[in-house]
């Protein structure tokens, strides 16, 4: 007889095998029973022809689904088996929810941005720079929404001058797309706008469709005037959002990157003036501060003071002449005495003769023969000598 076990044993066996067997699996199916707790979790079923299955996300897990969910949406759930062991209830946890065909969807959107960004319509540097205060801004959104309100709001507020155009269009459904790309033409044809914002205030991913249209965004990166999408899906950024020139998060963000702030920039003008003014007063000060230190000097003072300049240096002149001289003299004398010493004449005088024999002098007597005619030069003159011997 096999061993007995208890149900709550049973039940986390059952819980560990279905995890081990069922830790991920993929389900498609219809959701019923739908309840999103206060807690933040949901709970709900999913269904086909044949079965029910209970589910349960929690709040972490569904902060990440781009739609929510309604029974009798039809959805591809990603999760693992778990066996609520109180209740002997088997649920899906899931941790992932996207609706059916957006998998594929998803994917195309991907290629399409993946083709777009390698043609370089992305690139931060093909984007034109905003104009700081646009005369004329032009509107590219339906004229009944709620963007449109909410964008001439704003201007209104911050920058009541600006002149606005609208170009009404679809923003959503069949056929938005080729809409929105004729309203930025005509604005483009018109000529007056600075400035174009584009868009309309959010919606679900289904609704934001027409701003992922390539076509819909080479018309934005081809259009020569500075545009600023306003699609307002914080969720995902669309493909209109990547080309345009500057990305709002909503209508009204967009209107405020479109214009400054009057009253702001007039407190900036006017602080920008009182400096101005008080740099001007600094400068004329130290200017006249400076002239006034100049002190035009009498001409007869300034000859009178040149004369005296002229006999200070003649006395030092001659005073410099005078100490050269005799310096050289000095000199001079030293150079007289050194030579004198050196002198052969000096010798003589001494009482030495000195001995030459054709001009030469003769240094040695074995030089010297009998008979040999030699010439004795003393200091006071030379005579002529015969060796005898």
């Given at each position: 007889?096999?061993?007995?076990i208890?149900?709550?044993?049973?039940?986390?066996?059952?819980?560990?095998?279905?995890g081990?067997?069922?830790?991920?699996?993929?389900?498609?199916?219809?959701?019923?029973?739908?309840?999103?707790?206060?807690?933040?979790?949901?709970?709900?079923?999913?269904?086909?022809?044949?079965?029910?299955?209970?589910?349960?996300?929690?709040?972490?897990?569904?902060?990440?689904?781009?739609?929510?969910?309604?029974?009798?949406?039809?959805?591809?759930?990603?999760?693992?088996?778990?066996?609520?062991?109180?209740?002997?209830?088997?649920?899906?946890?899931?941790?992932?929810?996207?609706?059916?065909?957006?998998?594929?969807?998803?994917?195309?959107?991907?290629?399409?941005?993946?083709?777009?960004?390698?043609?370089?319509?992305?690139?931060?540097?093909?984007?034109?720079?905003?104009?700081?205060?646009?005369?004329?801004?032009?509107?590219?959104?339906?004229?009944?929404?709620a963007?449109?309100?909410?964008?001439?709001?704003?201007?209104?507020?911050?920058?009541?001058?600006?002149?606005?155009?609208?170009?009404?269009?679809?923003?959503?459904?069949?056929?938005?797309?080729?809409?929105?790309?004729?309203?930025?033409?005509?604005?483009?044809?018109?000529?007056?706008?600075?400035?174009?914002?584009?868009g309309r205030?959010?919606?679900?991913?289904?609704?934001?469709?027409?701003?992922?249209?390539?076509?819909?965004?080479?018309?934005?990166?081809?259009?020569?005037i500075?545009?600023?999408?306003a699609v307002?899906?914080?969720?995902?950024?669309?493909?209109?959002?990547?080309?345009?020139?500057?990305?709002?998060?909503?209508?009204?963000?967009?209107?405020?990157?479109?214009?400054?702030?009057?009253?702001?920039?007039?407190a900036?003008?006017?602080?920008?003036?009182?400096?101005l003014?008080a740099?001007?007063?600094?400068?004329?000060?130290?200017?006249?501060?400076?002239?006034?230190?100049i002190?035009?000097?009498?001409?007869?003072?300034?000859?009178v003071?040149g004369?005296?300049?002229?006999?200070?240096?003649?006395?030092?002149?001659?005073?410099?002449?005078?100490?050269?001289?005799?310096?050289?003299?000095?000199?001079?004398?030293?150079?007289?005495?050194?030579?004198?010493?050196?002198?052969?004449?000096?010798?003589?005088?001494?009482?030495?003769?000195?001995?030459?024999?054709?001009?030469?002098?003769?240094?040695?007597?074995?030089?010297?023969s009998?008979?040999?005619?030699?010439?004795?030069?003393?200091?006071?003159?030379?005579?002529?000598?015969?060796?005898?011997?």
């Amino acid at each position: 007889m096999s061993e007995t076990i208890t149900v709550t044993a049973l039940a986390q066996l059952l819980k560990s095998h279905m995890g081990d067997f069922f830790g991920h699996v993929l389900v498609r199916g219809e959701l019923s029973n739908f309840t999103a707790h206060r807690s933040g979790h949901w709970y709900f079923a999913i269904k086909d022809d044949g079965a029910v299955l209970n589910c349960a996300m929690f709040r972490g897990a569904n902060g990440r689904v781009d739609f929510m969910p309604r029974p009798g949406d039809q959805v591809v759930l990603s999760g693992g088996i778990d066996v609520y062991a109180p209740q002997g209830r088997l649920s899906l946890i899931v941790r992932s929810m996207q609706r059916d065909g957006d998998g594929k969807l998803a994917a195309e959107l991907a290629a399409l941005k993946k083709k777009l960004a390698g043609e370089g319509l992305f690139d931060p540097d093909r984007k034109q720079p905003l104009p700081t205060i646009p005369r004329v801004i032009a509107v590219a959104t339906s004229p009944t929404g709620a963007a449109l309100h909410d964008v001439l709001k704003v201007l209104r507020r911050r920058f009541p001058s600006t002149h606005v155009l609208v170009s009404p269009c679809k923003v959503q459904g069949e056929g938005a797309a080729a809409s929105v790309i004729k309203a930025l033409r005509r604005i483009e044809r018109d000529g007056r706008a600075e400035l174009i914002i584009f868009g309309r205030g959010g919606g679900s991913a289904e609704d934001l469709m027409a701003f992922n249209d390539e076509g819909l965004a080479r018309a934005v990166a081809a259009c020569k005037i500075p545009t600023i999408s306003a699609v307002g899906h914080e969720v995902d950024t669309s493909i209109a959002d990547l080309v345009a020139d500057v990305r709002a998060a909503t209508p009204s963000h967009a209107a405020e990157l479109a214009v400054p702030e009057r009253e702001g920039l007039q407190a900036l003008v006017a602080e920008l003036e009182q400096r101005l003014n008080a740099a001007v007063l600094r400068d004329i000060g130290r200017r006249r501060a400076a002239l006034l230190a100049i002190k035009l000097r009498d001409p007869k003072q300034r000859l009178v003071d040149g004369r005296i300049r002229l006999d200070e240096l003649s006395d030092r002149l001659h005073l410099a002449v005078g100490a050269r001289v005799l310096l050289g003299r000095t000199g001079l004398a030293q150079l007289g005495g050194r030579l004198d010493a050196l002198s052969p004449l000096a010798v003589l005088d001494r009482g030495y003769a000195v001995v030459t024999q054709s001009g030469k002098a003769v240094s040695n007597a074995s030089g010297l023969s009998v008979n040999d005619e030699v010439s004795l030069r003393f200091s006071d003159g030379e005579r002529l000598a015969v060796i005898k011997g």
